[in-house]
């Protein structure tokens, strides 16, 4: 059996979330489609853009598929795919099924699950041979194929992550409490080896779990009201408050008040500050008294602008969109609803979306483009303190990106005078 997990040509629906990784690898609940996929029998093989490729291949050992020969037959998932627990059980009926089958998105038309037996692959191998690649030839033959009633949810714009994220969290923290090594040390709070809760921290587990993986070390005097998952080696400061469904993931350093948000790994927020109904990426650092505002003073539902176009969330309480490595400076206040791009610096406020490399000051009057090359030194800089190496693909992902996201700029300086 061959499962093969491809980006489809909505992926960049999802950024800036998705500009740094495949959507396959982002953070919902504590979870990942990838989990997932890395539980079924067989080959996985993944068919990402082209500038992430190198570094799926190196950090998760993934490559892209060579044939579809596989006598067992493959299995197609979207990287899109929401992550929910009930997902496993049916990757686990696809993989075991004797008969082809395809579940499809009835409003984008693409395919989002297919189950395509090795006999019928061969019956149609020159749809592969004419394609592009193995990938678009087997989504080809999906087409073919009948339609299953099933349906999976998938995501379309990056607030959803965060919608997901809130509706998710009960079932994914009972789904690692079955699945997981950890003892608990107080009523509803369970840890993992090397996880310590600091002195005179109050907990409340009326709403869920509190769940401290590998090593994580909680401060003195923390409130934590769960459900709330922190991840291997997260640091929770002092007097920090984590409430409402926080899911922190690997090597994080987290303090102030946070609420309702996914915070991927590597990225810093360890000072003074609220940070509510969020997505973090990974390698993000808020100043001192960073702050966001997720509801709006008329109590409405918020509406979010993506490039050109506003849609509304229907989500009464939605905060920010963060890419990967960018940075706030103390006391930076974000607007409600507001997407901040990859590898952006803001000072003062952000009343606005951000887009990706920018030095963003126009409180200051001070707006101005932040070179590829700047990101890199920093990021070299970022690498040293955590003591991970700086690689070749690393600073090619800055530079890639740079290129990825040159027409965000020019709209901004056309329309307003970046």
């Not at 080896?193 to 600091?198: I, K, M, R, V």
């Amino acid at each position: 059996m061959q499962t093969i997990c491809f980006e489809d040509q909505f992926v960049d629906r999802l950024r800036p979330i998705t500009l740094s990784r495949p959507a396959y690898a982002i953070n919902c609940a504590s979870l990942t489609l990838l989990d997932w996929l890395q539980e079924l029998p067989g080959n996985l093989t993944v068919d990402v853009r082209p500038h992430l490729a190198t570094i799926e291949r190196l950090d998760r050992k993934l490559e892209a598929p060579a044939n579809a020969s596989d006598p067992g037959g493959v299995v197609l998932v979207n990287a899109r795919i929401v992550p929910k627990v009930e997902l496993a059980s049916l990757l686990k009926t696809l993989c075991e099924s004797d008969e082809s089958t395809a579940i499809f998105d009835e409003e984008d038309g693409v395919v989002l699950l297919a189950r395509i037996t090795a006999a019928d692959i061969a019956s149609q191998q020159s749809a592969i041979d004419q394609a592009d690649s193995v990938t678009a030839g087997l989504i080809e033959i999906a087409a073919t194929l009948g339609r299953s009633e099933t349906s999976v949810e998938v995501l379309r714009h990056p607030h959803e992550v965060v919608f997901h994220h809130m509706a998710l969290m009960p079932d994914a923290m009972q789904w690692r409490l079955e699945h997981g090594d950890y003892k608990e040390t107080a009523d509803g709070v369970f840890a993992a080896e090397g996880a310590t809760l600091g002195n005179y921290s109050v907990v409340d587990t009326s709403e869920g779990p509190i769940l401290l993986d590998k090593d994580v070390e909680v401060g003195p005097f923390c409130f934590l009201s769960g459900p709330v998952y922190a991840g291997p080696r997260a640091r929770v400061l002092e007097h920090a408050a984590l409430k409402d469904g926080v899911a922190l993931g690997h090597t994080t350093k987290i303090g102030g008040e946070v609420e309702a948000s996914v915070i991927e790994p590597f990225t810093n927020k360890q000072h003074h500050g609220f940070l509510g109904h969020s997505y973090l990426g990974s390698w993000i650092n808020l100043g001192a008294g960073t702050c966001n505002s997720d509801l709006k003073n008329t109590y409405g539902k918020i509406n979010m602008t993506y490039g050109d176009k506003k849609i509304a969330t229907g989500m009464q309480f939605l905060g920010c969109i963060i890419g990967d490595y960018s940075k706030t400076a103390i006391n930076t206040s974000i607007f409600t609803g507001k997407v901040i791009g990859v590898c952006s610096m803001l000072y003062g406020f952000a009343t606005e979306n951000v887009p990706s490399y920018v030095n963003y000051a126009r409180l200051f009057g001070q707006t101005s483009l932040l070179p590829a090359d700047v990101m890199i030194n920093t990021q070299q800089r970022m690498f040293a303190r955590r003591k991970v190496q700086q690689r070749e693909c690393d600073m090619q992902l800055i530079r890639d990106m740079y290129s990825l996201t040159e027409s965000e700029r020019a709209e901004a300086i056309e329309h307003d005078g970046l």
